[in-house]
């Protein structure tokens, strides 16, 4: 198991169990395969908001809002009609790089993405925030494991969580809420 997957689980207890996922089918919807780290979060917890703040995208949601593909799709048409109107790409996007979105905020219209550079393998995807509302980026050099558990620990920075970390951590899942 991912150490950070497990110091997540250390922090709040998953809430009920979730689905079978198809990786594979979900991969190959895609184009790509995923992080092993993003798998076993939807594994060990299925999709859900952490803290009432951060949404994690869960592959084959009934609720398209929370659904990887859909999700995924919607984004990148989002994007590119922005940037095809002249909003500022980031940096980071312009040789052959993409993003895929695996979590958003609750309320905010934020979305996490992996930033995807050519050659790399998903162990190595690391994390860009947009702001959903504007054209700021944030980028993180962490898995979104690692990000995740560093934004509800306090242990890493943005200026898009101020309210985080709570004293007490929870989770709700997709299953129990939606």
Not at 39 to 54: H, N, P
Request: hydrophobic share 40%; glycine share 8%; with cysteine.
């Amino acid at each position: 198991m991912h150490p950070s997957v497990a110091r997540l689980i250390e922090l709040v207890a998953p809430a009920s169990a979730p689905r079978a996922v198809d990786w594979e089918r979900i991969e190959t919807a895609l184009g790509t395969a995923l992080p092993d780290d993003y798998k076993e979060i939807v594994e060990v917890y299925g999709g859900g908001v952490f803290d009432e703040t951060l949404w994690i995208l869960e592959p084959d949601c009934a609720d398209p809002d929370y659904d990887l593909i859909a999700q995924t799709r919607e984004q990148d048409q989002v994007l590119a009609e922005l940037w095809g109107a002249g909003e500022p790409k980031p940096a980071e996007l312009q040789a052959g790089a993409r993003v895929i979105p695996w979590a958003n905020t609750e309320g905010s219209g934020h979305y996490l993405y992996w930033l995807i550079q050519p050659g790399q393998k998903p162990a190595e995807w690391t994390v860009m925030l947009n702001e959903g509302r504007g054209p700021e980026w944030e980028r993180h050099s962490q898995t979104c494991a690692e990000f995740l558990v560093g934004v509800m620990t306090g242990d890493t920075e943005s200026v898009y969580f101020p309210d985080l970390p709570p004293e007490v951590h929870q989770f709700d899942s997709n299953a129990d809420i939606l």
